[in-house]
């Protein structure tokens, strides 16, 4: 298995021709490595940011970028029910993708509830907001 940075899973979505961009990128990597790349969740959450600060996509597009990434053949991504359930509360919430995957990933790993003082990310019921 091969593991993907950042930059290249952007690449992989992001370009001027998405679709023949991202069918080269499946080509390539299916050729580099037969079975899937996989996505670490710390990638899949800097993605995010990057794709929401730094080139100020909609939450919509943020969320489609998540759902292609969880749903493409060619990706494993570790937690993936995790993060899953973290795309449905980015959907509905106000936090960020990763604040909803830090809640999730800790709560499957049976932490009863995440500090945080974000009042954004506390609307996630694994949360408890600090005062």
Known sequence: MIG????????????????????QCVAMLRAV??????????????ATWTLSKRMKR?????????????????????????????????????GDFADYLIAEINAEAGCRATFTFDTDAADHGHYSLLP
């Open 33 to 46: 490595a037969p079975e899937p790349a996989m996505i670490n969740p710390i990638v899949l959450a800097e």
């Open 4 to 23: 993907l940075d950042t930059n290249v899973l952007l690449r992989v979505f992001i370009e001027d021709e998405p679709v023949r961009q991202h069918a």
């Open 58 to 94: 909609s939450r919509r597009q943020v969320a489609d970028f998540v759902a292609d990434v969880l749903d493409a053949e060619v990706f494993e991504v570790p937690f993936s029910p995790a993060a899953r359930r973290a795309l449905k509360a980015y959907e509905h919430g106000r």
